[in-house]
């Protein structure tokens, strides 16, 4: 088989089930415990466990009554995740240069990631003094612009429970409650992008952030435009925010999104 690994395995838990779940991937049809042993020199009994415990947990699947196993839904969904995620960069990437080039100011792809947001790609602008945000460490959901605009695309339910939970370590001071914070989320929706200014972990910084939706029509994640905060003040952003709000749209057509536009309207 193409898929044959013939080297020797340690005895290590972890080296067992990535060599097991590789193998499987790997293997067109399914795999038996007793194929997988001879590939792999992982005794045959263990394999069978692993198996069982991967089975239960939605990574593999068993074929008919064979004792064959194959690729189950829990792999699949994680595989889907990473190809979106590459597919995400790749088309996202000229929008963020065509932001940049346009207002000489950095641009982000941030991706939201559960409860909290990454930004996995960059742009830098030409400009000396800049507002910069390390790439690919973990934010708080609510983080500045970025997590407003993905909050404000998520289902109403789902965003008041993040918010909830996030609330009291990750809103800056200008919008310490509840409902003030449901109300800039109203006005994000209504605009289809998000702008904020300073805050606890954009602090001296000011954003400007549109959601990104996938083909299914669920909100991955933003477009990110920012700058120190005196470059980008409230009247300035009303003039960039269209243009980052239209990327953002841009974008989630190249995903297949074939929903409303977001934003009612394109002032």
Known sequence: MGSEVERPVPNNGTHRITTLLALIGRTEGGIGPREASRITGIDRSAISRIFNQLE???WVQEVGERGTYTVG???????????????????????????????????YLAVR?????????????????RYVVEINEPFPIMT???????????????ATQLIASALPSAVSSTTADFEEYQSELNRDRSLGYAYSRGGKWVVGG????????NAAGSCIG???IS??????????????????????????????YAGQPW?????
């Open 144 to 158: 500045g612009a970025a997590g407003r605009a993905i909050l404000s695309a998520l289902p109403r339910d789902e």
């Open 222 to 224: 933003a477009l990110v």
């Open 56 to 58: 239960l947990l939605g």
């Open 113 to 129: 990631h559960a409860d909290h947001l990454i930004f996995e790609d960059r742009v830098d602008c030409t400009q000396r003094l």
């Open 206 to 213: 000011a954003a400007i952030a549109s959601p990104v939706f």
């Open 227 to 256: 700058a120190p905060i005196d470059r980008l003040p409230p009247d300035v952003a009303v003039t960039l925010g269209p243009s980052v709000r239209s990327a953002a749209r841009d974008l989630s057509h190249r995903l297949g």
């Open 263 to 267: 934003g009612e309207h394109d002032g």
């Open 73 to 107: 839904p829990e792999m699949f969904s994680v595989a889907a995740a990473v190809r979106e995620r590459d597919s995400l960069g790749r088309a996202a990437r000229p929008l963020l240069e065509m932001l940049t080039d346009r207002f000489d100011e950095t641009s």
